[in-house]
């Protein structure tokens, strides 16, 4: 690499800031950078490909950074985003915070304007204070100035995105880091290969023979897995923790597949019955949000029976929304080793009242779904579409399955079964629309798997430019829109009288599959199953970019998806 390095008149190679941070991300085993160029960064996309890193180029900052926190949820080490000053900045900045609520590890590099003009508010090219803005919402947030402090900047935000909870991290990169060059030898040593970057926490004895008790007193457990437990990658333990405990358990949408949503154990088409009824529950890597009504109200049965064991890295969440009687703080790999190791040899299932009860419901439910699944409505709805995409990845299971939008989201999680954990991304605690195309395009990069993006077409249009990115890089990604003309569906009407369409509603027929014909992808237009069926097949054995506009019935599903209730102006009407 000596030839890359600017040479001085005294002989002494030296090294500037741009190679600094390659090597300082390269030492680091970090050789993807997801982001878009412009002033100041355009020569690090240049020289960090230059150098062997692979740079995939956005249409858009906020993909770029989804990009990035998707990789950092698959691979356990932070993704990069590279954006410009202010506005690619504050463009990349949503998908900081949403990796951050979401505890993805990602660092967001932005390159900035100078600190003197800045702090004296004298007007500079894209002049934001982007320090200051962006640590509200994120992990962490550091600023170098100096090329000799560039490793322990990156080392710091390396440290800060994985280790405990994981989650977003900002580094400031004045223009100026960048050309500033110092002696090569010098320079390399004050670069930092971080060691054990994301230590391990072992749990205390007393919290697992808690915890362990606890679980031993209950009738009616329950085990509720969530995306914590996928990006812990104790694959294995998790499998053995319920098969030999043999309590039902539950997966939070991003943690389906981390047992086969098949297996006998899963108590998913239970889910409100196991809710409600469950004595103990043990949280693995979920938090008591919203997405768990906050762990009471009528979803959880009668009040005050139910007692919890959590199981974190992060001890703040424990008591965050009701009484946990069983912390147990530490990461989750050494959780449930612990646990296992504590069972012993006599442990004893649970009761089979509780167990058969659950298998009975199950039965009945997916029974019900078979036969829903099994008809063939003209237009398709939601679940005509949707058993294609089920048996698809039923005979695929490394499939990468990417999911946004309301119904669309719903009923995917709900009816396309995954076999293979961290298969599955979607929209995340936030509820996000946006994350469709990158995290597309990082599953491809990432896994070099197929992806199928399974989008409502508000959905899509959030993130839709990228298709030309998936072009650009030929990713194995089939984008499935499901069409039904709008926002939840195509059917409102505007009451006032006017020429306008009413809020909700888009153009009707729009033809989505000739946006990726633009850029040289295959788009095809499926209106029933069938043709569904056959695009579907063929864009994952010819791994070709593929964008399938599904014509969905407008009238299909409702507002909101199951979230209705959250919108009460909807609600009434329902
Ligand atoms: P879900 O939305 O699937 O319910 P959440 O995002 O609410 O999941 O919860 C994930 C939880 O997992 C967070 O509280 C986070 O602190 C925790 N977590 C993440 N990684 C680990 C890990 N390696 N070990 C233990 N806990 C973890
Ligand atoms: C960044 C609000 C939630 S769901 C949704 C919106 C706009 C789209 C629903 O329509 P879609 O799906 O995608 O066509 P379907 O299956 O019901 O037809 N802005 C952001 N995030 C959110 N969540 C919204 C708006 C919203």
Redesign the pocket.
Known sequence: MAEKIVTESNNNPTIDGFHLVIEALKLNDIHTIFGLPGIPITDLTRMAQAEGMRVISFRHEQHAGNAAAAAGFLTQKPGICLTVSAPGFLNGL?SLANATVNCFPMILISGSSEREIVDLQQGDYEEMDQLAIAKPLCKAAYRVLHAQDIGVGIARAIRSAVSGRPGGVYLDFPAKLFSQTMDALDGRQSLIKVVDPAPRQIPAADAVQRALDLLKSAKRPLILLGKGAAYAQADADILSLVEKTGIPYLPMSMAKGLLPDTHPQSASAARSYVLAEADVVMLVGARLNWLLSHGKGKTWGAPNAKQFIQIDIEPKEIDSNVAIAAPLIGDIGSCVSALLAGMGSNWTKPPLEWTKGIFERKEKNLSKMAATLALNPSPMN?HSALAVVRNMVAARPDIMVIN????????TRSIVDMYEPRKRLD?GT?????IGMGFAVAAAVVTNKPVIAI????????SGMEIETICRYNLPVCVVV???N????GMDVNTSGGNDVAP?V?VKGARYDKIIEAFGGVGVHATNPHELSVALHEAISSGRPTLINAV?DES??????RITKLNPQAASKT
């Open positions: 949503t939601f946004e939008g309301a119904n669309t989201l719903d009923f929209v936030w509820g996000i629309m946006g989008e409502g077409d508000s959905a899509f249009g959030f499901f069409n039904n709008g926002v939840y569906g909700t888009f969905i299909a599903g409702t507002e909101s998806g």
